[in-house]
């Protein structure tokens, strides 16, 4: 069962006005277990959103994986034929017509695949 959400009021604040300034672009950074990523579950409730967490692997395994779940968001296979980071932020980019949240958490993980490509 999830606990009740302490405080945080600072930051849900800060959250509220990035959300309403688009585009947008927010770091969370933290010690683990200070409550990262409930903050942005909070946040979250009641807002379309797209939620990801980043797994250790290669470019190629992240961009996939990435990749399947943003199929099933936007019904919209053509994500799958992207191997690549950047022609998939690109297209995704085209298809951000409505206010959306995109989470990336664990970016370190991400940014050791970048730097081993
Ligand atoms: N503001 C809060 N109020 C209550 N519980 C919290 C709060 N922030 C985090 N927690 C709890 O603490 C634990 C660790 O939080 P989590 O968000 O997973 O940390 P992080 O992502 O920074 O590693 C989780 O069980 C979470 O539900
Ligand atoms: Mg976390």
Excluded: C, H
């Amino acid at each position: 069962m999830i606990s009740q959400f302490i405080d945080r009021k600072r930051e849900l604040a800060i959250l509220e006005r990035e959300w309403k300034n688009t585009p947008s672009f927010v770091v969370i950074y933290g010690r683990r277990r200070v409550g990262k990523t409930r903050l942005l579950v909070e946040f979250s409730k009641g807002k379309k959103v797209f939620f990801y967490t980043f797994m250790e692997g290669t470019k190629e395994s992240q961009v996939k994986s990435l990749a399947k779940e943003l199929v099933d968001f936007f019904n919209d296979e053509i994500f799958l034929s992207f191997s690549d980071w950047y022609p998939l932020f690109k297209y995704l980019s085209g298809k951000l017509m409505e206010k959306l949240s995109l989470y990336s958490t664990s970016l370190p993980m991400q940014l050791k695949a970048i730097e081993a490509s």
